[in-house]
């Protein structure tokens, strides 16, 4: 089983409409998630960052965490086609290693 | 703004070749990384460092090698460059400690192995 997993996608939304991008890891151990957004010939970005079990709100980003189901999972809410990218899920290890999943598309339709 | 700065943006090499690509921070943080990104693969670790002279293996090590002589500066070195080493390459660094561990990416060298 992979570290991290997620959707490839693409994973299709109209404008205005709630994006949900979801990611599950292994390690139980785990205490940090990672949220990157990285567009088509760009280096990833941090988006949101989340610790604790609950949803974490920043404008119309929302990770959610539960730690016990091993799932984050990113709600994008009133896509915009500037929302089209892919989103890449990440966990924290040891030594601070930083652990990404594959990404999933999104593609925001106008 | 943190800046982290990769030597070339594209490189060509030729197979058996000795490939160095350096990574360079301007905020003094404590860890570095390469990465290598491949379509439907994703980010995949290769070394990181979390100290000067310090190094830890990511999870495809091999064929690669890395060198932290100065805090600011993380190289990593393809030893006999192979074609399935033909990727993009990033190089990331963090501040560290707890609530600093966001990563800040280079612009990404492509390298082509041929």
């Known amino acids: 089983q992979k570290e991290v997993e997620q959707n490839s996608g693409p994973l299709s939304v109209p404008e205005g409409a709630i994006a949900s991008l979801n990611c599950t890891y292994s390690d139980r151990g785990s205490q940090s998630f990672f949220w990157y957004r990285q567009y088509s010939g760009k280096s990833p970005e941090l988006i949101m960052s989340?610790?604790?079990?609950g949803d974490k709100e920043d404008g119309r980003f929302t990770a959610q965490l539960n730690k016990a189901s091993q799932y984050v999972s990113l709600l994008i809410r009133d896509s915009q086609p500037s929302d089209s990218a892919t989103y890449l899920c990440a966990l924290l290890g040891g030594y601070q290693k930083v652990t990404f999943g594959t990404g999933t598309k999104l593609q925001v339709i106008p | 703004d943190v800046k982290v700065t990769q030597s070339s943006r594209y490189l060509v090499k030729r197979t058996g070749e000795k490939v160095f690509l350096e990574c360079v921070q301007d905020?003094?943080?404590?860890?570095m990384f390469w990465y290598r990104q491949d379509p439907g693969l994703g980010l995949r670790l290769i070394y990181f460092s979390y100290d000067v002279k310090m190094k830890e293996k990511g999870d495809i090590p091999e064929g690669y090698s890395v060198s932290r002589e100065k805090k600011e500066r993380f190289s990593l070195i393809l030893e006999s460059a192979s074609t399935n080493q033909t990727s993009m390459y990033l190089c990331?660094?963090?501040?560290?400690?707890?609530?600093?561990?966001?990563?800040?990416f280079g612009s990404g060298t492509q390298l082509s192995v041929l």
């Open positions: 905020m003094d943080h404590e860890n």
């Open positions: 989340i610790y604790s079990n």
């Open positions: 990331a660094s963090s501040l560290g400690g707890a609530g600093n561990e966001k990563l800040f």
